[in-house]
């Protein structure tokens, strides 16, 4: 069991606010023209630790936000928030793209652009600093953001692990 599957959260426990990502167009070419649906990219979250991503597909924009919320929903991960920062540096990556995420001192705010903004602002992340390396694909970044995200260690879990303080952690 790997600890993704450990800090999974259930939907309807809590309150969740939803950021649009993205929205394309997609056109299927038909014998009788083009056919035009939308895809949406939606990210999930409680703003005190708990984020999710989805991705939905439909002929309406309306529509395919829904699914993309109702999708979001199912793939809910608790990210340890420390002093609205994050305990340690990350990396993550998903196919061509590739993100450094960085704890940062109280007042630093969201440094990140686009996708990884709506990520880090969902989850409740206040203070960071951020870098998105490679792809600038939304679909990638969002994902790479996530796997960053899920490999994070929650100091208490730390210290208990290696029998130490959560000072000591800190300090060394």
Not at 62 to 91: M, N, Q, R, Y
Not at 125 to 139: E, R
């Amino acid at each position: 069991m790997s600890t993704t599957d450990i800090r999974r959260v259930k939907a309807s426990e809590i309150e969740l606010k939803d950021r649009l990502v993205s929205v394309q167009r997609v056109a299927k070419v038909t014998k009788g023209g083009r056919t035009f649906s939308f895809s949406a990219i939606v990210v999930v979250g409680d703003e005190q630790g708990i984020v999710g991503y989805g991705l939905g597909k439909a002929k309406e924009v309306s529509e395919a936000i829904a699914k993309g919320i109702d999708d979001a929903k199912k793939s809910l991960i608790k990210v340890p928030v420390f002093k609205g920062t994050i305990p340690h540096e990350a990396e993550g990556k998903f196919g061509g793209g590739l993100v450094f995420i960085k704890p940062a001192t109280h007042g630093t705010g969201v440094i990140a652009g686009g996708a990884m903004r709506a990520v880090l602002e969902s989850a409740g992340i206040t203070d960071v600093l951020a870098k998105s390396k490679g792809s600038s694909n939304p679909h990638n970044v969002v994902k790479a953001t996530m796997a960053a995200l899920g490999a994070l260690r929650d100091p208490h879990t730390v210290s208990q692990h290696r029998s130490v303080s959560v000072s000591k952690v800190f300090n060394g």
